[in-house]
């Protein structure tokens, strides 16, 4: 699956700029193993619903699906071309449980079916942190968990979001530094808590 997926991605990619591929690795390292480098964190038993805030090409909200069949999906971009490759992509995958929403995230949170109705809510390197637990909020349940994947150096962005995560009703359960293979490169998983009422 990941194959096909990699190779129609590629496909669309030289019609339209879909996601940055300047060496050969770039996209099944940069792109797919950065994306799955979240699964070890996830707990299967816990986690049914996910929301992919700006997945764009489908990171990493598509990966995460193949690997873990289970989850329902929901991935949310604002860029038409790019929700029209993650139907084009779905449907080419004959994924089950999996909704694609064209649209702004802080339009979304305005519709009621949408809040509070997601165990995990995930953003890959879209936002700052503050601003990622901020637009997530609305949509993560009672004990779900927002996770935001982030590059090596988050000190910064992590002293920056204490006080709106306390405010938020949000505490950091998990902080994880991961080295993906072959390029070395080096990513952080900050996972927040939401306080269950």
Request: hydrophobic share 45%; proline share 5%; with cysteine.
């Amino acid at each position: 699956m990941l194959r096909l997926y990699h190779d129609e991605l590629l496909f669309w990619n030289r019609k339209m700029s879909l996601v940055s591929v300047k060496t050969p690795l770039d996209l099944p390292m940069k792109h797919f193993v950065d994306s799955l480098a979240v699964v070890p964190f996830i707990n299967n038993e816990d986690v049914g619903t996910l929301l992919d805030i700006g997945s764009g090409a489908g990171f990493p909200g598509l990966p995460i699906k193949i690997a873990i069949n289970s989850l329902s999906v929901t991935l949310v971009d604002a860029s038409r071309k790019k929700t029209s490759f993650l139907k084009h992509i779905i449907r080419k995958l004959c994924l089950d449980d999996v909704s694609v929403i064209n649209g702004r995230i802080e339009t979304l949170a305005e519709h009621e079916e949408y809040r509070g109705s997601f165990d995990m809510v995930i953003s890959r390197a879209s936002f700052k942190l503050p601003l990622f637990l901020e637009l997530g909020i609305p949509f993560v349940s009672n004990g779900g968990t927002l996770i935001a994947m982030k590059g090596p150096n988050i000190k910064e962005e992590m002293v920056s979001s204490e006080a709106i995560a306390k405010q938020l009703g949000l505490y950091l359960s998990e902080c994880h530094l991961v080295t993906l293979p072959l390029t070395g490169d080096r990513r952080s998983v900050i996972c927040f808590k939401k306080y269950p009422l």
